[in-house]
């Protein structure tokens, strides 16, 4: 199931635990921190009481932005740009598809996009014995 | 078990990338309960982390612990127990038995003197030794012999950290925690029925991370997951301060998903992250289920007062309000005992709640 699916309407009821606007006003203050001071900021949903609905409820607020990438590296992760530039939701799974972690970065880009440098070195060393082969 | 490698090499041979191994990290940092900017401190520990060898010893138990530990997800069981630790003995889990299994924690307590990681879950029981026996050597005794040369010990589950279910009143085997016995050891507990897996598995990534436990509360159980309590970090909290409450299982405010406090809810006294890491992937825990928390992770809450008695109605020993009342049951015959026990009776066909009044009142008759 696609994370940002707006589709999908949960009924909340009664349950708020409230947390919803206070996030959304943290996630506020990290991009104005970001486009003043350049400091980027992850927040990671699992440390704080949400009421069942609420987190659907914060994601269909964030919404879906420009860019989603996918990674395969010790099982699936999403990677989606919320519908606010700069905001990134970024879920980990593990092999068998269990969520492992989920976060929200307020970045330029995720760090975890990026090509590393230790693997670029082993890249490296690949290509050179591939073409050696040639 | 090769030991030498360290983690960040052992992980590149097996083709993990650096990405692959930075979202571990972040996965770590997420189960230890540490803030996401520590994640380049901990890539950096456990590039060159080794692995520890773990000895895990089961005693008066359930295997409750262990089948939590196996549904672990966060990160993969095996990629822990086989990528991050060494688990030289656990005989649940091991496939050499008897004698083999003996010897195998013997060469590990061998080769990894004061420097192996002791586990245990299960109380120990202190009265008669052949309560509880592994290939006929009494629980006491195993504990003693492998303690004496553990780096650190982790007692897993409220029976291995308080003495738990076993030491439930009138403790029928003399059942006692693991900090009874060993008293010159760093030992951290991580007690509840059964924990939360990633917090037995955050405890292991602690060690593996830093090199060290974690930092603990007055009960010796890591802060960084029983620092709050779950009261104070339940969605439903809001209803308690509004004193809206559900009475009972069924009416209008337990549909509203009202504060379950009336209904005993331990959460205001219990700590422990199930309000905010919850259960089964991260879906619910037992308030969100609509029931009131046991308060498992708390010494002897079995013999805390009812399940189903509110915090405000505790005002006494109530294990010793409850061993009376077997006691009198045992008196067949006693009019006043029967009279009471059907009043009891009676009040829950009625959906009535017994309170601590009631049962005073039977312990006085």
Redesign the interface.
């Known amino acids: 199931m696609n994370p940002i699916d707006s589709s999908l309407k949960v009924e909340i009821?009664?349950?708020?635990?409230?947390?919803v606007p206070p996030l959304l006003h943290e996630i506020r203050h990290a991009l104005r921190n970001l486009l003043d001071n350049g400091e980027t900021t992850?927040?990671?949903l699992?440390?704080?009481?949400?009421?069942?609905g609420?987190q659907q409820q914060l994601l269909e607020i964030l919404g879906k932005g420009e860019v989603s990438a996918h990674?395969d590296?010790?099982g699936r992760?999403e990677i989606i740009e919320s519908s606010y530039a700069g905001v990134w939701l970024i879920i980990?799974y593990?092999?068998?598809n269990?969520?492992?972690?989920?976060?929200i970065e307020i970045t330029r880009m995720p760090?975890?996009l990026e090509a590393?440098?230790?693997?670029m070195e082993?890249s490296l060393a690949t290509l050179q014995m591939r073409l050696e082969e040639i | 078990m090769n030991n030498d490698k360290p983690l960040g090499q052992a992980l590149r041979e097996q083709g993990v990338s650096r990405r692959g191994f930075l979202k571990f990290c972040a996965a770590t940092a997420s189960m230890m309960a540490l803030p996401p900017s520590m994640v380049p401190a901990i890539a950096k520990a456990l590039e060159s982390a080794r692995r520890p060898s773990v000895i895990w010893l089961s005693f008066q138990e359930c295997t409750g612990c262990t089948e939590s530990l196996t549904r672990s997800h966060a990160p993969t069981l095996e990629g822990l127990i086989f990528d991050n630790i060494s688990l030289d003995y656990h005989h649940t889990l091991q496939a050499a038995s008897g004698e083999a299994a003996e010897a195998a924690r013997e060469a590990a307590m061998e080769e990894n003197k004061g420097k192996y990681l002791l586990v245990v879950d299960g109380s120990i029981p202190l009265g008669n030794p052949g309560y509880s026996t592994i290939a006929g050597i009494s629980n006491l005794e195993m504990l003693k012999e492998v303690a004496e040369h553990a780096a650190a010990i982790i007692a897993v589950g409220t029976c291995a950290a308080y003495g738990g279910l076993p030491h439930a009143k009138p403790n029928p085997t003399g059942a006692v925690s693991v900090t009874d016995i060993i008293k010159d050891k760093p030992i951290v507990n991580v007690p509840g029925c059964p924990p939360i897996p990633v917090v037995i598995t955050g405890v292991l990534a602690h060690f593996l991370t830093f090199g060290k436990l974690p930092e603990l509360d007055h009960l010796a159980r890591p802060l960084a997951f029983y620092g709050n309590n779950i009261h104070d970090r339940c969605y439903r909290r809001p209803f308690y301060d509004k004193g809206l409450f559900a009475n009972t299982f069924d009416d209008e405010g337990a549909k509203k998903g009202w504060c379950l406090f009336k209904l005993g809810c331990k959460g205001p006294v219990t700590y422990n992250a199930c309000a905010t890491t919850k259960w089964n992937d991260g879906t619910s825990f037992p308030i969100e289920a609509g029931h009131g928390c046991l308060g498992c992770s708390e010494p002897n809450f079995w013999d805390m007062g009812g399940f189903y008695n509110a915090l405000s109605e505790s005002t006494m020993d109530l294990g010793r309000t409850a061993a009376v009342g077997i006691a009198a049951g045992a008196v067949a015959g006693a009019a006043s005992g029967l009279l009471n026990r059907r009043k009891k009776s009676q009040a829950v066909a009625a959906h009535e709640t017994v309170t601590v009044n009631d049962l005073q009142r039977e312990e006085k008759s």
């Open positions: 009821g009664g349950y708020h635990s409230g947390n992850t927040i990671d699992r440390g704080l009481p949400m009421a069942p609420e990674l590296a010790l992760s980990h593990n092999s068998n269990e969520v492992m972690g989920k976060f760090a975890i590393q440098t230790a693997d082993e």
